[in-house]
T-cell receptor, first 113, second 114 residues
Framework: NAGVTQTPKFQVLKTGQSMTLQCAQDMNHEYMSWYRQDPGMGLRLIHYSVGAGITDQGEVPNGYNVSRSTTEDFPLRLLSAAPSQTSVYFC????????????FGPGTRLTVL | AQSVSQHNHHVILSEAASLELGCNYSYGGTVNLFWYVQYPGQHLQLLLKYFSGDPLVKGIKGFEAEFIKSKFSFNLRKPSVQWSDTAEYFCAVKIYNQGGKLIFGQGTELSVKP
């Protein structure tokens, strides 16, 4: 199993540009989520999904969109990038039942100029 | 709203020193508790988790944590740290019956001097 994969690893955008961060998992996990990591603030939940076709907002959803058309994929879209979105983005997945931990992807480091 | 608080933002220790990182959460119901570690340039990895039973949980690499329900705490400990333990440590809480959603603390950066 590849686990949770993310692409790209690094990205530089100009203010106003749009892009999609890709996330995929091959563990048949129902739950997937996106976090952003900023110094001194830990990981903050952007959006999450409990299954295909179901998404919901987390703590910091503004400026981001998500969709979940398949169990495996959970892309994060930045519609109009802003410098405040400069961050490291992590995708994670887990099963919704039991006490399984979340498995994290390697992250995408995004810089918005 | 539920929250997780890690009291130490940056801890500096010498090798062989003992470590204790504090974690407190604000929720009165049933929780599952986790400690994750992030080595420089890497993604988060699970150190240990608690869901029920013995409140003293042992994890990988000699780490352990104790759940004290009355104090809403889940402190991480290691008797003797090594230079390779230099990393950022995150405490996280999962509220029972709220699916997979995790609430993270702010993180504690640990620097171990050789």
């Amino acid at each position: 199993n590849a686990g949770v994969t993310q692409t790209p690893k690094f990205q530089v955008l100009k203010t106003g540009q749009s892009m999609t961060l890709q996330c995929a998992q091959d563990m048949n996990h129902e739950y997937m989520s996106w976090y952003r990591q900023d110094p001194g603030m830990g990981l903050r939940l952007i959006h999450y999904s409990v299954g295909a076709g179901i998404t919901d907002q987390g703590e910091v959803p503004n400026g981001y969109n998500v969709s979940r058309s398949t169990t495996e994929d959970f892309p994060l879209r930045l519609l109009s990038a802003a410098p405040s979105q400069t961050s490291v983005y992590f995708c994670a997945s887990t099963t919704t039942g039991g006490v399984n931990e979340q498995f994290f992807g390697p992250g995408t480091r995004l810089t918005v100029l | 709203a539920q929250s997780v608080s890690q009291h130490n933002h940056h801890v500096i220790l010498s090798e062989a020193a003992s470590l204790e990182l504090g974690c407190n959460y604000s929720y009165g119901g049933t929780v599952n508790l986790f400690w994750y570690v992030q080595y420089p340039g890497q993604h988060l990895q699970l150190l240990l988790k608690y869901f029920s039973g013995d409140p003293l949980v042992k994890g990988i690499k000699g780490f352990e944590a104790e759940f004290i329900k009355s104090k809403f705490s889940f402190n991480l400990r290691k008797p003797s740290v090594q230079w390779s333990d230099t990393a950022e440590y995150f405490c996280a809480v999962k509220i029972y019956n709220q699916g997979g959603k995790l609430i993270f603390g702010q993180g504690t950066e640990l620097s171990v001097k050789p």
